[in-house]
């Protein structure tokens, strides 16, 4: 293997294996993890992540229960389907694929999950805890990331990260995981003026912003660590991400690929928080927030 690739299918199925274990200790013990998804609709790239946690959370010895709602479904309905799942107690994590249709209003919905079920790390509470450094769910992309950087024994400490993004899921929570880990971080956006200016100042280079091969070689510094959490397809329908793989591969220290760098491990940090969720219930009997 290409020692620049950060192989994130064979870390992730590493800490995979860490969770399966770890989840046959609970079922000895009586208490089997449970991943609830509700999906509404009938998006094709949303049906493609949904059957990939299930799948995944079934190989990992989870009960995983799929929840399908026409796009038609009203907001009351799914907010009743929520507090259904809030109150039951073979349910550990609960998460409902997004995007939602546009009559819903998906921070109702992500309000209406129990934060102690919040396994996508998505509600207030979460966010706020992890902000000010409390035990919390970790949104899933950004958790595995640090997980790649750390299991590729990249120094965090010290460095300066700069994040290409400002969304909720990625880019915010990201910088705050890397500030927690005593990175220098700055945020670049669309409306940043001269990016390249600031991207070549990266050790750490964290892309996520929804343009195919936005950033060439020009944008990033020699020996940079980069992490394309990008997910396109180029001209000719090959998925691809954010980076220009083939421009910048040779510039970087470590690079990620698209597919089979960042998006495996999402998955993998969802049956992480799952887990913890239910090893909290099963040692205290009751779910409680973080």
């Known amino acids: 293997m290409d020692e620049k690739l950060i192989d994130g299918r064979a870390i992730g199925n590493i800490i995979r294996e860490e969770i399966k274990e770890r989840v046959q200790n609970l079922k000895n013990k009586g208490c089997t993890p449970g991943l609830a998804v509700i999906i509404v609709g009938d998006d094709p790239a949303s049906h493609t992540y949904v059957k990939n946690k299930q799948k995944s959370s079934v190989e990992a010895g989870m009960k995983s229960e799929l929840i399908q709602l026409a796009a038609t479904v009203s907001e009351q309905e799914i907010l009743e389907r929520i507090a259904q799942l809030n109150d039951d107690d073979t349910i550990h994590g609960i998460l409902v694929q997004l995007p939602l249709p546009k009559h819903i209003d998906e921070n109702r919905v992500i309000l209406a999950i129990d ?12 966010v706020g805890k992890m ?24 120094q965090i400490k010290g460095k300066h990260a700069v994040i290409i993004g400002r969304s909720n899921i990625v880019g915010k929570p990201m910088g705050q995981l890397l500030l927690q880990r005593d990175a220098t971080v700055t945020y670049c956006h669309s409306r940043t003026k001269d990016l390249a200016h600031h991207t070549k100042q990266a050790d750490i280079l964290i892309v996520a912003i929804g343009m195919a091969k936005f950033i060439k070689a020009d944008h990033v510094k020699e020996g940079a660590v980069v992490i394309d959490v990008g997910m396109n397809r180029d001209e000719n329908g090959k998925l691809c991400g954010d980076v220009d793989f083939d421009d910048v591969k040779e510039k970087s220290s470590l690079i990620t690929p698209v597919p089979g760098g960042v998006g495996p491990m999402t998955i993998t940090m969802l049956l992480k928080n799952t887990l913890l969720s239910a090893e909290r219930v099963c040692v205290s009997g009751k779910h409680e927030d973080k």
């Open 131 to 154: 902000i000010i450094g409390q035990n919390a769910y970790l949104s899933c992309t950004p958790y595995g990331i640090i997980k790649l950087l750390e299991r590729t024994n990249t």
């Open 115 to 126: 934060s102690a079920k919040d396994v996508d790390g998505f509600h207030p509470v979460n």
